[in-house]
Every structure is written in structure tokens, then in C-alpha cells.
């Protein structure tokens, strides 16, 4: 089995700030296969479907309802029900770092100081799992603690949307290809390389 968690806080507060761009990925993704409705299950939304792609297996989805930083909690309870293993799970979430509507895997390694990523560090014991990075990058002069917690608005949104949507494709190649994979396709430094990254995706259809 397979897990894709997308990283977020819960409730309407929340909706649709920077922060929660785990929770849209996700969202986008179970749309585009017809998950159908999440179930509230230890402390998180989650959703299961079996996916072709992923040789007949299932894929969970996972929305942790716990608060970004304490969304290891939710992800250890989860995967030791199910006997879940870390190394076939990727988490989504937002990246300060990463320019507005980059993308970036990454496979193990430290939080880079995100806290959601952090809490799964610690309370899962393993820094083997799957990374998606969904860039959002920074404002200057505001605190990046406010800035996270704000909703996109304008043109920023539009450029927000386009990667949430390009994310969301990007999980079928990495349930499908592989992590490797899909860090070569998406791993892009402009928006416009993406056309090209589809055209060879396409290629092993």
C-alpha cells in the first residue's frame, strides 16, 4: 500500500492559506482518481482507493486534523494500524524556500524547519519517507509565521493554482514511475519547462 499525506490545519480558519497547500494537493489528486468522500479515521481525513497505477494496491490519502505541528501524530497513528511503512509514503506540503509555484522532491533528509515535516520526523523515528515541496516563497517584511497563514490572493493565486494542479499530476508519477521519476519531471526551475516534463511523462503511457 502507499500513502500520500498532504500537511495542513484543520478547520475554516485555515482554508486556503499558503500553509494548506498539502490539504489542496491532496484534494486535487482525489478528485482526479474519484476517490469519492474522506472518512474521519485516527484524527485525520483519510480516503482510500485501489489504483491501477500502483499495480492493483491501494493508495491512502491523509489529511492529519491534529495542527500542522503535531501532524506526526496523527500520520504514526494511521500507518500503525494499517502497518503502513514510512518508506512507500510521501508527504506534501508548502516550502518558504522554494520560489512561488516551484515544485520539489526530495527523498529523506531533515525538515528544512518546516514543523509539520519536523512533528513526522520525530514521532515516526525515520527520516525515510518521500518529500513533495510545493514552493510558496516569502514576502519581504512580513513575519513568515503570519505569511504561511494567509490566504494567496490575485495573480499570486492564479500562479498558486497552477502548481497545486501540476502537483497533483505529479503523484501519478510517483505512484506509478517512482520517486526518481517524478523528481526528474518536476523538479523544475520555471513554470515553463512543465510542457515539456508532461510530453515525456505521456511517453510511457
Known amino acids: 500500500m502507499r500513502w500520500i499525506v498532504g500537511l495542513g490545519n484543520p478547520g475554516k480558519r485555515y482554508a486556503g492559506t499558503r500553509h494548506n497547500v498539502g490539504f489542496e494537493v491532496v484534494d486535487r489528486f482525489a478528485r482526479r482518481l474519484g476517490y469519492g468522500s474522506f472518512h ?53 506540503h508548502d516550502d518558504l524556500d522554494l520560489p512561488l509555484g516551484r515544485l520539489r522532491y526530495k527523498q529523506d533528509g531533515s525538515s528544512g524547519g518546516h514543523r509539520g515535516v519536523d512533528s513526522v520526523l520525530q514521532d515516526l523515528g525515520t527520516e525515510e519517507f518521500d518529500r513533495l515541496k510545493v514552493g510558496i516563497g516569502r514576502r519581504e517584511g512580513q513575519d513568515p509565521a503570519e505569511y504561511v497563514l494567509d490566504p494567496a490572493g490575485g495573480e499570486e493565486r492564479a500562479a498558486l ?14 505512484i506509478h514511475d517512482g520517486f526518481e521519476r517524478a523528481a526528474q519531471l518536476y523538479n523544475q526551475r520555471a513554470s515553463e519547462d512543465i510542457g515539456d516534463a508532461a510530453g515525456k511523462r505521456d511517453e510511457r503511457r
Not at 57 to 76: C, D, H, W
Not at 161 to 174: G, K, P
Request: glycine fraction near 8%; avoid cysteine; proline fraction near 3%.
Open 40 to 92: 474521519k479515521k485516527f484524527s485525520s481525513w483519510i480516503a482510500d482507493k485501489a489504483i491501477d497505477a500502483a499495480g492493483g494496491e491501494k493508495v491512502f490519502l491523509m489529511k492529519p486534523q491534529t495542527y500542522m505541528n503535531r501532524s506526526g501524530i496523527a500520520v504514526k497513528e494511521a500507518l500503525g494500524y494499517f502497518g503502513g511503512d514510512p518508506k512507500e509514503m510521501l508527504v506534501v
Open 161 to 174: 493554482d497552477q502548481a497545486l494542479e501540476r502537483a497533483a499530476e505529479s503523484l501519478d508519477v510517483w
